[in-house]
Each structure stands twice: as C-alpha cells, then as structure tokens.
C-alpha cells in the first residue's frame, strides 16, 4: 500500500541521502536535526548501534513534536567484524580503504519512528552485503581526494563516485544508502491507520 500521510512528518536528520529518500517518496516533511551522542554506544556491535541511535535520535525529536510522526536514522559498516563509522580526516579514510579494499563488508541501517500521540515506537535493522572492488592506492588516493568519503560510514558510498568499485549487493539498495523505502513505508502505513486522538497534546512546534 502507498502510504498517504496525514500527520507531520520529522526527520531527525540532516543527512541528504535520507532527504532524498524521502522525497523520492513523495513525502513532505521537516528536516530537525537531533544532538544525540553517537559515541556512547561505541562499544555496541554494529547492528546494535544503528538501531539503539535510529531509536534516540527519533525519541529526542519527538519530544518537540508529539502530534507528528519523528523519523530516525543511523548506519554503519563493519568488515571482519570490525565496525566503521565516518573517517575524521583524510588519513583515518586511507585507512579505512587500505582495511575494506577487495572485501565483502556490512551495511547495517537502522530505521526508527516515533509518535508520542500514538505511543507508539517502531524499529527496524537493514542490513546489506556489499562486495568492493580491489582498487590500487592511485585510485583510493583519487577516491578520496574527490571529499565524498568524508561523511560516508566506511569512507565510500554506494550511489555516488563510488559505485564504479561495488561488484556486487545483496540486500536493500535503499536500506544501504541510509533508509529503507520499503520498511519505511510499511511502517508509515501502519502508524496512519490508527486512529490517536491529539486533542490533549500540544505540539512545541505550532506555538
């Protein structure tokens, strides 16, 4: 079912992989970016983290607008069982290729959505395989120099410069990129069938 939303939407974050999920969807809604600390579950495996931080990040929006639908996010690549999150600087992306080069590695996405009107708190884990390209360091080097690895779990992406060295995916296509299009929407649709009664709640938002 296509889900036709009613209710505001929130997503709580500013990443624009997931604003352009959303408006592939057709989806109207307001960007908040949520100031959850992302290292206190450091010590999480992967598929933990992302789905503990979807849940916060979601959870602390939400707290501003209880009559709205707060969607949260989070990813994170992990290779030999080790987890990767975004590189600080140009040498930490150097080595996190010189680790992942010509490996099969883990996306795992976390997907949250929270509606304190309808008390209702929804999560989902998306994980995917992807299979990289062994590149040599002339490329990696020329990879990284174009910045998109950056702000990129793992320091490469799956639908930009990158995608020229993914051989392979096994999973969500959009699930690896940042949300799952198909989870997201079976769970709006869920939440927009029921009926919750807002008269009682107050939304920050609208004062």
Same mark, same amino acid.
């Given at each position: 079912?296509? /889900?036709?939303?009613?209710?505001? #939407?929130? !997503?709580? @974050?500013?990443?624009? +992989?997931? *604003?352009?999920?959303?408006?592939?969807?057709?989806?109207?809604?307001?960007?908040?970016?949520?100031?959850?600390?992302?290292?206190?579950?450091?010590?999480?495996?992967?598929?933990?983290?992302?789905?503990?931080?979807?849940?916060?990040?979601?959870?602390?929006?939400?707290?501003?607008?209880?009559?709205?639908?707060?969607?949260?996010?989070?990813?994170?690549?992990?290779?030999?069982?080790?987890?990767?999150?975004?590189?600080?600087?140009?040498?930490?992306?150097?080595?996190?290729?010189?680790?992942?080069?010509?490996?099969? /590695?883990?996306?795992?996405?976390? #997907?949250? !959505?929270? @509606?304190?009107?309808? +008390?209702? *708190?929804?999560?989902?884990?998306?994980?995917?395989?992807?299979?990289?390209?062994?590149?040599?360091?002339?490329?990696?080097?020329?990879?990284?120099?174009?910045?998109?690895?950056?702000?990129?779990?793992?320091?490469?992406?799956?639908?930009?410069?990158?995608?020229?060295?993914?051989?392979?995916?096994?999973?969500?296509?959009?699930?690896?990129?940042?949300?799952?299009?198909?989870?997201?929407?079976?769970?709006?649709?869920?939440?927009?069938?029921?009926?919750?009664?807002?008269?009682?709640?107050?939304?920050?938002?609208?004062?």
């Amino acid at each position: 079912m296509l /889900v036709v939303m009613q209710r505001k #939407l929130i !997503l709580a @974050s500013t990443s624009p +992989r997931r *604003k352009e999920i959303l408006q592939r969807m057709g989806l109207t809604f307001t960007v908040v970016a949520s100031q959850v600390d992302e290292s206190q579950f450091a010590n999480l495996i992967a598929k933990k983290q992302v789905q503990r931080l979807a849940l916060l990040k979601a959870e602390e929006v939400a707290v501003k607008f209880p009559k709205a639908i707060t969607i949260g996010g989070d990813s994170l690549v992990e290779c030999k069982g080790q987890t990767l999150g975004k590189p600080n600087d140009r040498e930490s992306a150097q080595q996190m290729w010189h680790f992942i080069n010509g490996q099969m /590695v883990y996306i795992y996405t976390g #997907l949250a !959505l929270v @509606s304190p009107v309808c +008390r209702q *708190k929804m999560v989902r884990l998306n994980p995917s395989k992807v299979w990289l390209a062994s590149l040599s360091k002339k490329e990696i080097d020329a990879y990284i120099r174009t910045g998109e690895p950056m702000d990129k779990a793992g320091a490469f992406s799956i639908n930009g410069f990158g995608a020229r060295f993914i051989r392979k995916i096994e999973g969500d296509f959009w699930g690896a990129i940042g949300l799952s299009i198909y989870d997201l929407n079976q769970l709006l649709v869920k939440l927009e069938s029921q009926d919750c009664d807002p008269v009682s709640v107050t939304d920050d938002a609208t004062n």
